[in-house]
């Protein structure tokens, strides 16, 4: 089992910056490749970011390329997603999940934490 605990979700004005934590617990942190999903009301969940084992590789949905980075720290047990020139369509409750890779999420996933853009 992992646990997975979102943190750094709010309320911001578009063009802003927040930065997402995830912190793990339970097995082996490096086990796992970590992702961020999102879920807007009235939409399905949607895929954000993920980044491998050892965060060697990353990678995006169109819609945040170049706004957004994921990052780990390995030491810490904690995932990031740093976000910037936040848009409101960016508002969402923001899911932390781990997996075998990072293109198979989801087999672990926290509670989220929301956020919400204002323009």
């Known amino acids: 089992q992992v646990q997975l605990v979102e943190s750094g979700g709010g309320l911001v004005q578009a063009g802003d910056s927040l930065r997402l934590s995830c912190a793990a617990s339970?097995?082996?942190?490096?086990?796992?490749?970590m992702g961020w999903f999102r879920q807007a009301p009235g939409m399905e969940r949607e895929f954000v970011a993920g980044?491998?084992?050892?965060?060697?590789?990353?990678r995006y949905a169109d819609s945040v390329k170049g706004r957004f980075t994921i990052s780990r720290d390995i030491a810490k047990n904690t995932v990031y997603l740093q976000m910037n020139s936040l848009k409101p369509e960016d508002t969402a409750v923001y899911y932390c999940?781990?997996?075998?890779?990072?293109?198979?999420?989801?087999?672990?996933w926290g509670q989220g934490t929301q956020v919400t853009v204002s323009s």
């Open positions: 999940t781990a997996g075998s890779s990072s293109l198979k999420l989801g087999d672990y």
């Open positions: 339970g097995r082996t942190f490096s086990n796992y490749a």
């Open positions: 980044i491998s084992r050892f965060g060697s590789t990353t």
